[in-house]
Every structure is written in structure tokens, then in C-alpha cells.
């Protein structure tokens, strides 16, 4: 494991959120990297990457928009060990099916982040104590210089498709909410 980064599917702060099919894609041929179902373990039914599942997941047969889904609430969700497919340097989508129960906190659908000394990279989406999804993009600069893209409002017990893009050759990244571009940002990296 690269030292001080990972994949983590979890609510930040202990606020419950359901997860429910979780898709890795690298946009560059259309492969799908990995896909998460989450309707009753932590397994990618692509390459078989499979997860740590920490205290407070609890998966659940049905309730979720496919079936199953992943209760998460608490600190450690599920995590990841790095793997370098799910943490491409060039184009990329992650989509995920989440409905938050809270929206008090900084709730963290996906985190898969880098924090060195003097640097920071990688993506996170979350739902803000402003009830708002944040598509978050470090590209290596200094630590608290997130690129943020700020989209609509979540919703409470509500299921929600979230999709982040980022494309390389024009330097945009684009946080998709229910299949509608939500917020796009060019210029800041990832």
C-alpha cells in the first residue's frame, strides 16, 4: 500500500448514508475497472477487488436501488487497500447509487486521496453540512488547496445517482447528479 493513501467508501463523521452499486470506469476505452455491488459484501465482480469492511457497515438483502445495499455508519466503512486501476492520472468516471439519512456533516460517499507532507491528490464526493454534493480534486498542490465543484442540494431518504468525470485532454472535471451536469470546472488539475 502507498503510504497515506486509499479508496474508502464511508460517511466521514459517523452520519448513516446507504450505498447501493458502486462503478469504477476508465473513460479513455470505456472499460469498467471495478464494480462494487454492495447487496451483501465488499467485492468488485470485475477484478475482485475486495474491501475492508469496518464497524457500523451493515449490508442489507434489499432496500437498495438493484436490490442490496451497504448501510454505512460510523468511521471506518469500507476501505480499500491502494491499487493503482482505481486511482487512474488520466480520464475517469465513479458513479454510485447513495441515499444520505443525514445531512449535518461532511458525509463522504467516495474518498480516495494522497495526503504526503507538502501534498495532497486525488478525489473525494461528499455531501456537505450545507447539504450540498462537493466533487473534490486534489492535483498535488499544497495541503487545503482542494478544487471544489458544488452542486444541488441532497436530499434526505432520497436515492441519488452521483457521477464525477474527469477528462484529461481538456483538463474538466464534472460532478453528474441524477444523470444532469451539476457543476463543471476546467483549469484546476487533477
Same mark, same amino acid.
Given at each position: 500500500?502507498?503510504?497515506?493513501? *486509499? ?11 446507504? @450505498? ?5 470506469? @476508465? ?8 464494480? *462494487?455491488? &454492495? ?29 442490496? =445495499? =451497504? ?24 458513479? @454510485? ?5 443525514? %445531512? ?30 462537493? *466533487?473534490? %480534486? ?23 445517482? &452521483? ?5 484529461? %485532454? %481538456? ?20
Amino acid at each position: 500500500m502507498q503510504a497515506n493513501t *486509499f479508496t474508502r467508501i464511508m460517511p466521514l463523521f459517523g452520519v448513516a448514508v446507504m @450505498a447501493s452499486s458502486l462503478a469504477f470506469t @476508465a473513460k479513455v476505452n470505456g472499460e469498467l475497472i471495478s464494480h *462494487f455491488p &454492495l447487496d451483501n459484501d465488499a467485492v468488485d465482480v470485475v477484478n475482485g477487488f475486495e474491501g475492508y469492511v469496518g464497524d457500523g457497515v451493515r449490508f442489507v438483502s434489499d432496500g437498495g436501488i438493484f436490490g442490496g =445495499a =451497504a448501510e454505512l455508519e460510523g468511521f471506518e466503512g469500507i476501505q480499500l487497500e491502494y491499487e493503482e486501476t482505481l486511482n487512474p492520472e488520466e480520464s475517469f468516471s465513479v458513479t @454510485a447509487w447513495v441515499q444520505p439519512t443525514d %445531512t449535518a456533516n461532511w458525509n463522504s460517499v467516495i474518498t480516495s486521496r494522497s495526503h504526503f507532507e507538502d501534498t495532497i491528490s486525488g478525489y473525494i464526493i461528499y455531501n456537505s453540512p450545507n447539504n450540498e454534493w462537493d *466533487f473534490w %480534486t486534489g492535483g498535488g498542490g499544497a495541503p487545503g488547496t482542494w478544487g471544489r465543484n458544488i452542486g444541488p442540494n441532497g436530499v434526505v431518504d432520497e436515492w441519488t445517482h &452521483l457521477a464525477i468525470s474527469y477528462e484529461e %485532454t %481538456t483538463d474538466t472535471k464534472i460532478l453528474w447528479v441524477n444523470g444532469e451536469n451539476a457543476a463543471e470546472v476546467a483549469g484546476q488539475g487533477y
